[in-house]
């Protein structure tokens, strides 16, 4: 697995136009709790033209479809493609500047919309503004999803907050 380097990833979705939010590990960092995160996460506007500039994107990090457990890229039933993009649904994509979760579909968000409108924006230099998960939304995510890790999470992010 290559190393994170959420910078380019970051820089090269914005070159491209790609209409998405930060949500996940650095969202968390976002709203005060600073943590370590081995991927990107991101929700994707999810629209045609929007999945065609995001497969673009990776491409020229040489996106490809992560392994599911068991199974190669090559075995998955839909390819990372403009049109696999399409079927919908979430995917794990290595890249030259490492792994890049993308979500069209997040339990605990009812659609991209509302999550995009409440949205922080913050400026990283030499990246330029990025849109993060609102605090709210964040919380919902993390209750929604329910792993150890998401507890974990929420309980040290409240904490960072004053709010425990």
């Known amino acids: 697995m290559t ?3 959420a910078d380019t990833l970051l ?3 914005l070159a ?17 709790y600073v943590r ?3 991927d990107l996460d991101i929700a994707l ?9 995001l497969h673009a ?29 399409e079927a919908g649904g979430n995917w794990a994509i290595d890249t030259t500047a490492g792994r890049i979760d993308v979500f ?9 919309e509302q999550l995009r409108e409440s949205a922080v924006e913050g400026e990283i230099p030499g990246v330029g503004v990025v849109r993060f998960a609102g605090y ?23 904490s960072a907050r004053g709010e425990e």
Do not use: C, S, Y
């Not at 998955?76 to 493609?81: A, D, I």
């Not at 709210?136 to 409240?158: F, I, S, W, Y």
């Open 16 to 32: 491209h136009e790609v209409d998405f939010v930060v949500i996940g590990g650095l969202a968390v960092v976002a709203h005060g």
């Open 3 to 5: 190393e994170l380097d």
């Open 57 to 85: 994107a990776l491409t020229t990090l040489d996106g490809r479809q992560a392994d599911q457990g068991d199974f190669r890229p090559e075995e998955m039933p839909v390819p990372f493609t403009p049109e696999g993009l």
């Open 45 to 53: 506007r999810p629209e045609r033209e929007n999945r065609r500039r």
């Open 11 to 13: 820089r090269t979705l």
């Open 136 to 158: 709210d939304h964040v919380v919902a995510m993390k209750q929604a999803a329910g792993r150890p890790e998401d507890e974990t999470d929420l309980a040290r992010l409240r």
């Open 104 to 112: 069209q579909w997040v339990a605990g968000i009812e659609d991209f």
């Open 36 to 38: 370590g995160t081995k």
